[in-house]
């Protein structure tokens, strides 16, 4: 999936102020460290692009998201599918 370059640039920003919202974390050094090939490639960005940017507004919301992961294993499957291609074995289930 290729992203336009408005959109590139928008996601850097977002980054870059994520990032900063971490300084009390992680530190001023690796957040400055982090931060200079992401600011780097911002200013590159935008000087290929001459439209004005709007800066984002406001801390950057978190979110936690609950997920629920299901595993089966069905007892004798692989000496049942071991001989047949990857393709075969979709076709029989």
Do not use: C, W
């Amino acid at each position: 999936m290729s992203f336009t370059l408005d959109e590139q640039i928008n996601q850097l920003k977002r980054t870059i102020a994520e990032m900063e919202a971490q300084r009390a974390i992680l530190s001023d050094g690796v957040v400055d460290a982090a931060l200079a090939p992401l600011r780097q490639k911002l200013a590159d960005l935008e000087a290929r692009d001459e439209t004005p940017r709007v800066e984002p507004t406001g801390t950057p919301t978190r979110q936690r998201k609950l997920v629920t992961l299901l595993f089966m294993d069905v007892v004798g499957s692989t000496q049942i599918t071991q001989h047949l291609y990857p393709e075969d074995t979709l076709d029989r289930q």
